[in-house]
């Protein structure tokens, strides 16, 4: 069913998402007023903690999708109308 208006959907979602972090940023209070994103944020030592597993698994998730795009490259094969 999404044939020709998926990229139109997903445009929409992309922009939608993009216009939401924009919103987050420019109004960082998750209690109007009160605590801002940064103070309800656990410690620096759970954060430090967090920024080096997901630097790991980031590497690890690139290093995979390399290996898929090499394994499989050239078997597509374009669909002619």
Do not use: C
């Amino acid at each position: 069913m999404r044939g020709e208006h998926g990229p139109l959907v997903d445009t929409t979602l992309l922009f939608v998402i993009s216009f939401a972090g924009l919103a987050i940023i420019t109004f960082p209070y998750v209690v109007p007023g009160q605590l801002t994103i940064a103070a309800a944020a656990w410690d620096s030592t759970t954060l430090t903690f967090m920024l080096f597993g997901i630097g790991i698994v980031f590497q690890v998730m690139i290093g995979y999708n390399l290996y898929q795009y090499h394994l499989f490259r050239g078997t597509v094969v374009p669909v002619k109308h």
